[in-house]
């Protein structure tokens, strides 16, 4: 479904992503993992359009995306949720979900659907976005992307700052996504929870990708040697 072939993503001269490629089979969850810096969020940010591509090629069910405007992305099928959600705070839960429908992408994905996804939301929906705790902003955040029907989902720190049970509950959410079918690359901090989430794991080191497994056939060590470099 998505292709990365030998990424570079550069913030000037510094080379943030630095030859990455990467295979995303339809239906996979994929935690990518790494410590701070690097280069996660940059590489999600770039296949969603959100930074350019300095070199290598993207594409997205065999169509080259590489310079592809963000919102053609989506429109495709591609919807990243970014780090820090990014709502529209002085909107309600309801008008941010709304502009996820901006680029109608057929598919069954309605406010009905993201409510009973995120039952939380339905009695503040007409609060302003804003007022909300951490946990509503980020299950408003990840419904207003699956109102665009994305074939591909992409989850950047979902958990960020939200308290142990709130994580729980944004998690049980997302694993009704996953079981059904839905592809889903997913940053983590929290290794075991990437780990118990996605098929498999990515781990990223320097802007390479240092660890590419199926999570069945590996274990907590082997990633956290990959993640701090030690192997
Ligand atoms: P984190 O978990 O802290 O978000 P990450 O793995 O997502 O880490 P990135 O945020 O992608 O890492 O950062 C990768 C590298 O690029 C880091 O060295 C970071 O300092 C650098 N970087 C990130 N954003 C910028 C920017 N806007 N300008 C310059 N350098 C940046």
Same mark, same amino acid.
């Given at each position: 479904?998505?292709?990365?072939?030998?990424?570079?993503?550069?913030?000037?001269?510094?080379?943030?992503?630095?030859?990455?490629?990467? /295979?995303?089979?339809?239906?996979? +969850?994929?935690?990518? %993992?790494?410590? @701070?810096?690097?280069?996660?969020? =940059?590489?999600? $940010? #770039?296949?969603?359009?959100?930074?350019?591509?300095?070199?290598?090629?993207?594409?997205?069910?065999?169509?080259?995306?590489?310079?592809?405007?963000?919102?053609?992305?989506?429109?495709?099928?591609?919807?990243?949720?970014? /780090?820090?959600?990014?709502?529209? +705070?002085?909107?309600? %839960?309801?008008? @941010?979900?709304?502009?996820?429908? =901006?680029?109608? $992408? #057929?598919?069954?994905?309605?406010?009905?659907?993201?409510?009973?996804?995120?039952?939380?939301?339905?009695?503040?929906?007409?609060?302003?976005?804003?007022?909300?705790?951490?946990?509503?902003?980020?299950?408003?955040?990840?419904?207003?992307?699956?109102?665009?029907?994305?074939?591909?989902?992409?989850?950047?720190?979902?958990?960020?700052?939200?308290?142990?049970?709130?994580?729980?509950?944004?998690?049980?959410?997302?694993?009704?996504?996953?079981?059904?079918?839905?592809?889903?690359?997913?940053?983590?901090?929290?290794?075991?929870?990437?780990?118990?989430?996605?098929?498999?794991?990515?781990?990223?080191?320097?802007?390479?990708?240092?660890?590419?497994?199926?999570?069945?056939?590996?274990?907590?060590?082997?990633?956290?040697?990959?993640?701090?470099?030690?192997?």
């Amino acid at each position: 479904m998505l292709s990365a072939k030998n990424l570079d993503v550069r913030y000037g001269q510094f080379r943030a992503v630095r030859g990455v490629s990467l /295979e995303v089979k339809q239906g996979e +969850t994929i935690a990518l %993992i790494g410590a @701070n810096g690097a280069g996660k969020s =940059t590489l999600l $940010r #770039a296949i969603a359009g959100a930074l350019p591509i300095y070199s290598g090629e993207l594409s997205f069910k065999h169509k080259v995306i590489t310079h592809a405007a963000s919102c053609d992305r989506v429109k495709q099928g591609l919807s990243l949720v970014p /780090e820090g959600r990014r709502l529209f +705070t002085e909107m309600t %839960i309801e008008e @941010n979900l709304l502009l996820g429908k =901006t680029i109608n $992408r #057929a598919g069954d994905w309605d406010l009905d659907r993201v409510f009973d996804t995120f039952p939380n939301l339905v009695k503040r929906r007409h609060a302003k976005a804003g007022s909300l705790s951490g946990g509503e902003q980020q299950a408003t955040a990840i419904g207003r992307a699956l109102m665009s029907n994305p074939e591909l989902l992409i989850l950047d720190e979902v958990s960020l700052g939200l308290s142990p049970l709130v994580v729980d509950q944004v998690y049980a959410s997302i694993e009704k996504l996953r079981d059904a079918g839905t592809t889903i690359i997913l940053v983590e901090q929290a290794l075991d929870r990437a780990i118990a989430f996605a098929k498999r794991a990515v781990c990223m080191l320097e802007g390479r990708i240092v660890l590419d497994k199926l999570t069945a056939d590996t274990n907590r060590h082997e990633i956290t040697e990959a993640y701090f470099g030690l192997q």
